[in-house]
């Protein structure tokens, strides 16, 4: 926890973005880490978490991180909550809590009100379109027998 916590003070100091760590362990040792680079890559997806899991799944050439733990300076977001539970490690430490980020403006709460509404009440409209060709898609995987199922 004490790295991901440097790693959170590195990506402010280096104003790479939120005061944001986080690293992925594998049997005792650090295998990958990153902090929040929102800001100084133009993504909106480059929190820490998701940095440190892209990083780890490289380094372990799998898109699970099967028998790995991470540690975070701060309780996920929705969307690091998502990646985590695609990535599939085996438990999350965190510091901060998201009533701690709320403080200092990293409220996500909007985020888990939208998710829990139904479509069509959320704020950024979303609109179904060509729903019966996409389908077709759905099909050949389902059909498909040589795909790594994940």
Same mark, same amino acid.
């Given at each position: 926890?004490?790295?991901? &916590?440097?790693?959170?003070?590195?990506? /402010?100091? @280096? +104003?790479?973005?939120?005061?944001?760590? !986080?690293? =992925? $362990?594998?049997?005792?040792?650090? &295998?990958?880490?990153?902090?929040?680079? /929102?800001? @100084? +890559?133009?993504?909106?997806?480059?929190? !820490?978490? =998701? $940095?440190?899991?892209?990083?780890?799944?490289?380094?372990?050439?799998?898109?699970?991180?099967?028998?790995?733990?991470?540690?975070?300076?701060?309780?996920?977001?929705?969307?690091?909550?998502?990646?985590?539970?695609?990535?599939?490690?085996?438990?999350?430490?965190?510091?901060?809590?998201?009533?701690?980020?709320?403080?200092?403006?990293?409220?996500?709460?909007?985020?888990?009100?939208?998710?829990?509404?139904?479509?069509?009440?959320?704020?950024?409209?979303?609109?179904?379109?060509?729903?019966?060709?996409?389908?077709?898609?759905?099909?050949?995987?389902?059909?498909?027998?040589?795909?790594?199922?994940?």
């Amino acid at each position: 926890m004490s790295k991901a &916590i440097e790693l959170a003070k590195k990506g /402010v100091d @280096s +104003n790479a973005g939120g005061p944001f760590g !986080a690293v =992925v $362990v594998k049997n005792g040792e650090i &295998i990958a880490e990153g902090y929040n680079k /929102v800001t @100084s +890559n133009n993504d909106p997806t480059a929190h !820490a978490e =998701v $940095v440190a899991i892209r990083n780890a799944c490289k380094k372990l050439n799998s898109f699970q991180l099967e028998d790995c733990i991470i540690y975070t300076s701060c309780e996920p977001c929705p969307m690091c909550l998502g990646a985590i539970y695609w990535a599939r490690p085996k438990k999350v430490y965190y510091a901060c809590t998201r009533d701690d980020a709320s403080h200092i403006n990293f409220d996500d709460q909007f985020i888990y009100n939208e998710i829990s509404k139904e479509i069509n009440g959320r704020q950024i409209p979303f609109i179904n379109l060509m729903r019966k060709e996409a389908l077709t898609v759905f099909k050949n995987w389902t059909d498909k027998e040589d795909k790594t199922v994940y």
